[in-house]
């Protein structure tokens, strides 16, 4: 099966600091997209970034960006300047029906 | 009006109980998609259906049974539930499921489900 592999469990920033955390995937597929979603403690599973795999330049939101390697098949994400809201669950999709979810990383930012 | 919406978002239930989880998108979209959230387990999809009609059911027991009457409302009836159902269901819409890598799902706030 197609997988998503998120190797760090969790993870700990200071604020402030920029913060990169890993995503790698599997697919034979020439075109798909990557997702990165935030979860909070409340459970709601909230949109971050998209890269498609055609996108030459790497997708930005915001402080969140994606370090888009797509001969490794993999799609980091990166947050810049740290805040303790953004303390929560990272979770790395790749859609081409469905999306498939990797387990996530929990962010912990420290004040 | 958020996004996507989703009721209740606590239930506790025991295994003998009937009940059913809401989920309503307010975003034009024409795909609507539940799936299960288990402590340290990836989230698994359960159900897609687009445009009311379901294109997907990834082996889910039959005690879970979903319900889509218009591409606004999507249901899930749960009856005679185990323990290990106990999870945060979360409810998910997206434009369509053409499987084109732009279809961005928005997601619920979730329902965490109990099941004694």
């Known amino acids: 099966a197609q997988k998503i592999t998120q190797t760090q469990p969790g993870m700990f920033v200071q604020e402030k600091e920029a913060v990169t955390l890993d995503c790698t995937y599997d697919?034979?597929?020439?075109?798909?997209?990557l997702f990165w979603y935030k979860q909070p403690s409340s459970g709601e599973m909230i949109f971050l970034i998209y890269?498609?795999?055609?996108?030459?330049q790497n997708a930005t939101e915001g402080r969140y960006s994606l370090n888009f390697q797509k001969a490794r098949k993999s799609a980091n994400l990166v947050i810049s300047a740290s805040q303790l809201g953004d303390s929560a669950m990272y979770f790395c999709?790749?859609?081409?029906?469905?999306?498939?979810f990797g387990k996530g990383t929990r962010l912990s930012v420290i004040a | 009006e958020t996004g996507v919406t989703q009721t209740p978002r606590h239930l506790v239930m025991g295994m003998t109980n009937k009940k059913s989880l809401k989920c309503e998108q307010h975003?034009?979209?024409?795909?609507m998609y539940w799936y299960k959230q288990s402590a340290k387990k990836p989230l698994e999809l359960m159900f897609v259906?687009?445009?009311?009609?379901?294109?997907e059911n990834n082996s889910v027991p039959s005690r879970f049974s979903p319900e889509c009457p218009n591409s606004s409302h999507l249901f899930l009836h749960l009856h005679t539930l185990q323990p290990e159902d106990s999870a945060l269901y979360l409810c998910?819409?997206?434009?369509?499921?053409?499987?084109?890598?732009?279809?961005?799902?928005?997601f619920g706030p979730g329902t965490r489900l109990t099941v004694l």
């Open positions: 890269q498609g795999s055609y996108d030459e």
């Open positions: 998910a819409s997206s434009p369509q499921t053409s499987g084109h890598s732009t279809d961005t799902q928005y």
């Open positions: 999709a790749r859609l081409n029906t469905p999306l498939v």
């Open positions: 975003l034009g979209h024409n795909a």
């Open positions: 259906y687009s445009l009311e009609e379901r294109v």
């Open positions: 697919t034979s597929d020439q075109s798909y997209g």
